[in-house]
Every structure is written in structure tokens, then in C-alpha cells.
């Protein structure tokens, strides 16, 4: 069992870890790709480096610095985190328990760029089929997604209907789906009649539907917290001074959190989550 | 004029002054030594730095970065900040005009290790002249110190009285001194009746005063602050949520508003200082 499991191996992920090492904590680091540090980003106002630095060079960096002090950080994607006594992290590839979890997954830049997607956004069309999923118990549902992700929400969707269409939006298919239609063409619309999503219109047809669920591309901290009960305001973690959650021993930090999108405040971010984490776990 | 003064080349210093730049303001940052992260200090755990990063390396790639910018950074050393419509900052060099000023000098880690100092420290032991002299008007005061900042001191203490004695405490005199005696042995101790300080003893003798004002070494964030009328709590500058002390246009960030002494932290500080020093200057 970890003391802490941080998700995202950013500036405030990596960040946190290293205080928490420092601090002879057991803390294990799971991160997906660099985020909005992706490569051609330039940060040149992040103290300490003349010239500037592009974003995967400094990802690179924090994570050999990590390595060094001995952390452990794996590249894995993370499907889903549970609470019951202690947490559970659930990857592509495996499960890991730990005592706190710090999400520093940063801010999704990604939407769907489809048109009628805003206008019925939460009118029809939701994020978590385990928050909304109740009120399309039997209905005929949309699941737009196309890896892991996707059939995390799948499983959880079986329990509320059999009439489910999985639709990827013109991704190829990462994983195996029996036992229900999946269409691959890429979505050009999504129409309705002013107060609902009533179907969806692909390149090559039209879909009658009663409800869409997005699992597209990886569940953000956003997604996570929502499953778990977290507080979220637009698209931030709520966190109080301490950097904890609403839920005891769930932790946020850097973008996800809101503030300004500087690398120098998602680092100072980490350290002062680490520092609060320590106090947690000295108890 | 310059938009905004700097003082302090450290983290919170520097990153302030690239964000100001970075949005066309006509900055100035005024810098003595490295403060605590001097030679030989290693910092493990600022993000960015795998294997670490000397104090003085560090110093020197966010000077670097900041004239890079095109930023001013002068090497001198600040004596007097004063504010009528606009600041005023003096130093043993120039003066220097400016609508804002942000002090980032850090937290000095030096003290007088004398027998008897922390136990009259305020009890007729002071460090502000211009502060609690008036209390000894006429009176006999010892005032210890060697270089500009003393002098400055002595100016203001002529006011108060003529009977005046410098003390170096071991320190070469690097400043002319004009018909006051000096006194440059080491002090052994400070003594008292126990209620109020009354003589300094040094190596070669002992000499009765009536109070003792320190102006050793470089003023600090603390010392301009208190001389301006700014609140501090302890050895902390009192801000706002912006950084902003009592004092309008007085700016403080970094170490010298208390909270973790850390690298990350004084940048981040440093950075949210500009931001609302921009708001400020916008008005």
C-alpha cells in the first residue's frame, strides 16, 4: 500500500513527490503524456532557465529528477479511482491501493468540437455514467469513446440498459466490444428539440438516441472527482488551503485547481499539497 | 519612472520581474548578494533540476534569464525606500523613481550573536531609528554598525541628539565618520539591569548608554517596511491575497512574507505579485 498515489507527472505531480520522498513517504506516480506541456510548447517564464524551456524537456527533467530521489513513476493510464477504506487506483494495466491520492492530471485542453455539442451539453448529454447514468435507466443510450475508458463506462452502463450504441467518432476501436453496435463514422452533429439531445448525425446516418455518455480520449481529474463525490466548480477541483478535496485523503494540485496555468504556481501547488499530505499521514 | 522596483534578485525577486516584463512594463530589479541561497547551499527540490542546482548557479541562470528579457538588473545596495506621490529608492549608488515597489530581499538569517542581545532586544535595544527614536531624544545612544546603512541611520539619529557612539563590532569602518567617536572593538556583551539595556562591553572596555540602535549588515524587507509605516508580524511582512502590504503600491513576496522558505514557493509568489501589480499599474 502506497501512502500516496499521485496522478499526473507534471509540475505539481512531480513536485509533490519529491517532497513527499524527501519526507521517506511511499508515493508511486502515474502519468498518461505531458498534458498542455505537449511537445512545442515553450515556457519561458518559469524561474530558473534562460532561453526558456519547451514543455517535454522540462516534463522530461522533472521525471530523471524524480527517478533519482528513487520514485517510482509509471506511464499508465488511469480508468478509474474508488474509496472504501483506502483508495484504489485502477490503470490500463493494473491496480494500486494507497493511503491518499493527489490528482495533478492538469487541465483538459480537449472538447468535442461537434456542432449542437454546447447547446445540449448537460441537456442530454453527460460525462459520468456513474453520476447521471440514473436517469436513463431503459433508455436507449450514445457512448462516445473508443479505449479503455470507454468500457470502464460500458461495464457501468450494462447495469442500466441493453439498448447501448458505442459510437468512436472516427477513432479506430482500441478494445474488444461484444454484444452491442458500434458505428466508426466520424459525428458531424448533434441535433435535438431545443431542450434535449434527440440523436446523432454521422457522415453516414442518423441515430436516434435518448441519452449520450462521452468517454472519449482519458478521464481528467474533473472525471475522477465527480465519480468519487469530489466537489467541482465549472472545470475545477474545489480544494480547501490544505489542497484536500471534499473526500478525506483526496488531494488536488496545479491546473486542475484552477488559478492561473503557470508552471510556477502548479509547482509551488505540489510542494504545499505534500506538505499537507504529510500531516495526513503522520496521523 | 519605472513601473515597478524590485528588490531582491532572488526567485520571487526575478520571476516577478519576467512576468512584469512579459507584459511591457518598464521594470527594475535591485540586488545586493544571493541571500540565503548562497554558495554552496544545494536545492534538490525545486521542479526542473535533476541532480540538483547550487544556490549561486541558480541565482545566476534567473539572472541571466531576466536580462534576457532585456531587464535591468543592478547590483546595488538598497538603503532607503521612501513614498510621498510615488517611491523613492535609494541606494548606496543612486536614487531611483517608481510607482510600485516590490520588496523579495528574503529572509535575513543573520542576528547579533552577542550575550544579553536577545534579552534586550526591545528593551532598549532597537532597529529603526526613525521608528523608536524618538524615545531618546537627548539621550546617550549607541549605534552599531559600519557601512551606508549605519550612516543613513546616523543622519536620522542626529535629529535626536549629538551624543552618539559607533560601534563596528570588529567590522572595518567603510565609511567616513565625522565627530562622533567610534569604536571599533568586538562587543562581548550587552548588559542590563534587567529591565532595560544600559552598557555595551567589549574587548576593551565598557561603555554606559542609554539605548542601542542596530543598523549592521544591509536593511532588510523588514526594515524598509517598518520605516514606511508597512505591518509586520514577527519577521513577516503582512500582505494581502495580492501580495500587497498596508501600504499602497508597497508590494512584498517570497520568503519575506513568511510561510515555507522555499525556492518554489518565492517564485510562485514572485509570479502572483505581477499579476496583480499589473492590475494595479492599469489603473
Redesign the interface.
Known amino acids: 500500500m502506497y501512502d500516496t498515489i499521485i496522478i499526473g507527472k507534471g509540475?505539481a505531480g512531480?513536485?509533490a513527490a519529491?517532497?513527499l520522498k524527501?519526507s521517506n513517504k511511499h508515493v508511486l506516480v502515474i502519468g498518461k503524456d505531458n498534458g498542455s506541456l505537449y511537445d512545442g510548447v515553450m515556457i519561458?517564464?518559469?524561474?530558473?532557465?534562460?532561453?526558456g524551456?519547451s514543455g517535454t524537456e522540462?516534463i522530461e527533467?522533472?521525471v530523471?529528477?524524480a527517478t533519482?530521489?528513487g520514485i517510482e513513476v509509471l506511464q499508465e493510464e488511469v480508468i478509474a479511482i474508488d474509496k472504501l477504506d483506502h483508495f484504489t487506483v485502477t490503470t490500463n494495466k493494473n491496480t494500486y491501493e494507497a493511503k491518499t491520492v493527489l490528482l495533478a492530471t492538469g487541465k483538459p485542453r480537449t472538447t468535442l468540437r461537434i456542432k449542437g455539442f454546447q447547446q445540449y451539453r448537460g441537456k442530454g448529454i453527460s460525462f459520468c455514467v456513474t453520476c447521471d447514468g440514473f436517469f436513463f435507466r431503459g433508455k436507449h443510450l450514445a457512448l462516445i469513446g473508443y479505449n479503455d475508458f470507454m468500457l470502464h463506462e460500458l461495464k457501468d452502463m450494462e447495469f442500466l440498459t441493453d439498448k447501448i450504441t458505442i459510437f468512436t467518432n472516427g477513432n479506430p476501436l482500441t478494445v474488444p466490444v461484444e454484444g452491442y453496435p458500434v458505428v466508426e463514422d466520424k459525428i458531424i452533429e448533434i441535433t435535438g428539440d431545443g431542450e434535449v439531445a434527440k440523436s446523432i448525425l454521422t457522415e453516414n446516418g442518423e441515430y436516434a438516441i435518448d441519452g449520450i455518455f462521452v468517454a472519449l480520449g482519458s478521464p481528467g481529474a474533473v472525471d475522477f472527482a465527480t465519480r468519487i463525490g469530489a466537489l467541482v466548480e465549472g472545470s475545477n477541483l474545489v480544494v480547501n488551503e490544505d489542497f484536500q478535496t471534499n473526500i478525506e485523503g483526496l488531494f488536488a494540485a496545479g491546473d486542475t485547481v484552477g488559478g492561473?496555468l503557470?508552471?510556477?504556481?502548479a509547482?509551488?501547488?505540489?510542494?504545499?499539497a505534500a506538505?499537507a499530505l504529510k500531516k495526513i499521514l503522520k496521523k
Open positions: 509540475p512531480i513536485s519529491i517532497y524527501r519561458d517564464n518559469y524561474y530558473g532557465f534562460p532561453g524551456i522540462l527533467r522533472g530523471k529528477q533519482e530521489f492561473v503557470q508552471v510556477a504556481k509547482a509551488a501547488d505540489g510542494m504545499h506538505i
